[in-house]
């Protein structure tokens, strides 16, 4: 994998969580719900690719 692909995922991977708040209190129904999820999992992603960036 690139080093430009691991750095985007880091990146990626402490980005993501500032959506967490706004989802939360906009309450957690339907799309909301689902698309919290989809972040959870994307998150998750991001921080298996991105976990060694600058090792």
Known sequence: ?????????FWAAIAIPAAY???LY???????GRLFVALLFANALALALGHDHKR
């Open 1 to 9: 994998m690139t080093g430009t692909v691991k750095a985007a995922a």
């Open 21 to 23: 708040p706004a989802l």
């Open 26 to 32: 906009a309450g957690l129904d339907g799309g909301t």
